[in-house]
C-alpha cells in the first residue's frame, strides 16, 4: 500500500443548497478535499463526481466555480479556505469554449496576463503551448482546431490563471480510445506538477474516472424514514468515497484488478438507485 | 453539370463561373433581341447612360450621394453601437427598445419634424438619414448581443475576468465581425432612403434626384441606367465590405458553413 497523510484542507463545500424558484436542486452539501501528501513526490488531488443528469451537476459545478451564488453555504477554496470568486476555480466546460476571435497562442497569452507580468505572461504562455503539444497550432484560430486541441488549449487557458483548483465538465464525453488516454496523461501531468493541484472530474464516464481519483463524490437524492425522496439532490456522507484509503488511487493499472471491477459495478449500482 | 442541380454541391470554381457567366449573357441576349414592351432596349439604356455620364455628370452625382450615405452610415454605426452596447446596463434597455420600434416611423413625417427643428437642408437630410439607419442598426445589433450565450459569459469570468472585461472581450471583441455584417445589410437601407430624402432637399442633388427627374420626363431607359448604376455601386460596396471582413477578421469566415 502506498503511504500517504493528510494536511490542510484545500476545498470545502460547507452547507450549500441551492433553489430555484421554489424548487430544491440542491440540499445541504458537505464535503472536503484535503491535500494529501506522498513522500518524495508532488501529488495533487482527483476529485471524481458523478451524478444521474439532471441531478444538477452543472449547478453544482457554477458554484464551486463561483460563478453562482449558492442559495445557502459556501465554497472555500486554497490554503489560505477563503471563499470562492470568479476566477479564482479554473472551469473548463463542455463544449471547451475559447475565444474565437483570438488566435491560440492570443488565448493563452490573455488568460496568463491575467496573473502573470507581461514578460513572464509570454514566457508562461510559450511552456504550456509546449507542454499540451499545441506549438504547431500556434497561429490557428479555435475554428480551425481539432476536438482534443481545443480542449487542450481550454484546459491550459485555466491553468495559466486559476490557483491550483480546477474543474473538468465531461473531459472525456465524445473522444476516442487514443484521445482519452490523451486527456488521462493530462490530467495525471496537472496533478503532479504542484502539491496543491486538484482537478474535479465530472464525467459519465466511471471506469476512466474512477480509475483517475483518489476521492468520489456521488451525487443522489435522499430518502427519509417512510422510504420517500426528499427533494434535492445531495452528497451523502457515504456516497463519499476515499480511494486512497481503499488502497486503489494511483495504481499504474487498475482498471486490470479485480478490486477496482467490483467498485466500479458498486458505484453503478449506487447511481441507478 | 449534375453537380449544379444536387443540393449543397459545391461545384468546381471554373465550373461555377462560367455558368454565372453564361446566366449572364442568356439575360443579355434576352434583353437585346427580345425587347420586353415595359423595359427599354438594351442599346438605349445604354446611349441614356452615356448621355447622363457625359451632361448630366452622374459620376458627380453619384459621388456626392455615395459620401452623404457614408457619413451617414459612420454616424449611425457609432451612434448604434453605443446604444446597443449601452444595453448591457439595465438603466439603458429602454433606449434600445425604443430606438429599435422607431423603425416604424415613416420617413415623411420624420423629415417634416426634422425640418422645423434644422434650419439648412443639409443638416435634414443628414438627421434624417443618421436616424434612419441608427434605428435599423440598433435592431440588428441588439440581436447580435443576445446571441451572447451563458457559457461565453461564464468562460471570460473563470479565467478572472471583471463584469466589463468580460463583456468586452466576449461580446465587443468577440462580435465586432458580425457588427460589421449588420453594418454591410443595412447599408442597402441607405440607399433607398437617400434617393428620397435627395428629391425633399434638391438643392443638394444627388442621384436621387438625377432619378426623380428622368422619373418625370418618363425617360424610361434613364431610369433603368440609373437603377443599374446604384445596383453595381451596391454589389462592389457588398463586396468590398466581404473584403474588410476577410482582412480584419479573418476568423469569422471559418465558422460559417460554406
Ligand atoms: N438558472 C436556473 N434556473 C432554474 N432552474 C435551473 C437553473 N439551472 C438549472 N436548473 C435546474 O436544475 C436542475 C439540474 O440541472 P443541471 O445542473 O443542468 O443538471 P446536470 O448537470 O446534473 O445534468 C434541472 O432540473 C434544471 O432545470
Same mark, same amino acid.
Given at each position: ?9 484545500? *476545498? ?10 421554489g ?14 501528501c ?12 458523478y ?13 464551486l466555480a ?5 442559495t ?11 471563499p ?13 469554449p ?7 497562442h ?21 511552456t504550456?503551448?509546449?507542454r ?35 474543474? *473538468? ?21 496537472v ?31 435522499e ?51 | 453539370?449534375?453537380?449544379l ?23 443579355l ?51 448604434? *453601437? ?5 444595453t ?13 420600434k422607431?423603425?416604424y ?7 417634416f419634424f ?8 443639409h443638416?435634414?437630410?443628414l ?23 451563458q ?25 465586432l ?30 442621384i ?30 457588398d463586396?468590398?465590405?466581404?473584403? *474588410?471582413?476577410r ?12
Amino acid at each position: 500500500m502506498t503511504p500517504y497523510f493528510y494536511k490542510a484542507p484545500v *476545498l470545502t463545500l460547507e452547507g450549500i443548497s441551492m433553489t430555484f424558484e421554489g424548487e430544491v436542486i440542491l440540499r445541504d452539501i458537505n464535503a472536503q478535499v484535503l491535500d494529501v501528501c506522498r513522500p518524495d513526490m508532488n501529488q495533487g488531488q482527483v476529485v471524481g463526481f458523478y451524478g444521474r443528469s439532471g441531478m444538477g451537476k452543472s449547478v453544482l459545478c457554477r458554484i464551486l466555480a463561483g460563478l453562482m451564488a449558492p442559495t445557502t453555504g459556501r465554497v472555500l477554496v486554497g490554503e489560505q479556505q477563503e471563499p470562492v470568486t470568479p476566477g479564482a476555480v479554473g472551469f473548463v466546460q463542455q463544449r471547451y469554449p475559447l475565444f474565437n476571435h483570438r488566435t491560440l497562442h492570443d488565448n493563452l497569452l490573455v488568460a496568463a496576463s491575467r496573473k502573470y507580468a507581461p514578460e513572464e505572461a509570454q514566457q508562461q504562455t510559450e511552456t504550456y503551448l509546449e507542454r499540451f503539444q499545441l506549438t504547431a497550432h500556434r497561429k490557428k484560430y479555435p475554428a480551425h482546431l481539432s476536438g482534443g486541441q481545443r480542449q487542450r488549449a481550454a484546459i491550459a487557458q485555466q491553468l495559466l490563471c486559476s490557483d491550483h483548483l480546477i474543474l *473538468l465538465d465531461e473531459p472525456f464525453s465524445g473522444l476516442d480510445v487514443a484521445m482519452i488516454g490523451e486527456v488521462k496523461k493530462i490530467i495525471l501531468e496537472v496533478t503532479t506538477m504542484d502539491e496543491l493541484n486538484t482537478v474535479v472530474i465530472v464525467s459519465h464516464d466511471i471506469a476512466t474516472t474512477t480509475a483517475l481519483c483518489d476521492r468520489l463524490w456521488l451525487l443522489g437524492y435522499e430518502r427519509d424514514t417512510n422510504g420517500q425522496l426528499i427533494p434535492g439532490a445531495t452528497i451523502t456522507a457515504d456516497h463519499q468515497y476515499n480511494l486512497a484509503e481503499m488502497g486503489l488511487a494511483w495504481h499504474e493499472n487498475v482498471e486490470a484488478e479485480p478490486e477496482f471491477a467490483r467498485f466500479v459495478e458498486h458505484i453503478k449500482d449506487e447511481i441507478r438507485m | 453539370m449534375k453537380e449544379l442541380f444536387s443540393p449543397n454541391a459545391r461545384p468546381r470554381r471554373v465550373v461555377f463561373t462560367t455558368m454565372v457567366a453564361a446566366q449572364i449573357m442568356l439575360l443579355l441576349l434576352l434583353w437585346a433581341f427580345y425587347p420586353m414592351q415595359m423595359l427599354p432596349s438594351l442599346g438605349a439604356v445604354l446611349r441614356a447612360l452615356s448621355e447622363l455620364t457625359t451632361s448630366q455628370g452622374l459620376i458627380p452625382e453619384l459621388w456626392a450621394s455615395m459620401t452623404t450615405a457614408l457619413q451617414s452610415l459612420a454616424v449611425a454605426t457609432g451612434l448604434a *453601437l453605443l446604444i446597443s452596447y449601452l444595453t448591457a446596463l439595465p438603466f439603458f434597455r429602454p433606449i434600445a427598445y425604443a430606438a429599435s420600434k422607431m423603425r416604424y416611423l415613416t420617413l415623411t413625417g420624420l423629415t417634416f419634424f426634422m425640418a422645423i427643428l434644422l434650419s439648412s437642408g443639409h443638416e435634414v437630410k443628414l438627421t434624417v438619414l443618421i436616424f434612419a439607419t441608427t434605428v435599423y442598426l440598433v435592431t440588428g445589433m441588439t440581436s447580435v448581443i443576445l446571441t451572447t450565450t451563458q457559457e461565453e459569459m461564464d468562460h471570460a469570468r473563470t479565467l478572472g475576468m471583471s463584469e466589463w472585461r468580460s463583456f468586452w472581450e466576449v461580446v465587443v471583441l468577440g462580435k465586432l465581425d458580425d457588427m460589421l455584417e449588420v453594418v454591410r445589410q443595412n447599408f442597402a437601407i441607405i440607399w433607398t432612403m437617400i434617393t428620397l430624402v435627395e428629391t425633399l432637399y434638391q438643392s443638394e442633388g444627388g442621384i436621387g434626384l438625377l432619378l426623380y427627374k428622368q422619373n418625370r420626363y418618363l425617360h424610361l431607359d434613364g431610369v433603368v441606367a440609373i437603377q443599374l448604376v446604384i445596383l453595381a455601386t451596391g454589389a462592389l460596396q457588398d463586396y468590398l465590405f466581404g473584403l *474588410l471582413r476577410r482582412v480584419f477578421f479573418p476568423y469569422s469566415e471559418l465558422t460559417t458553413a460554406r
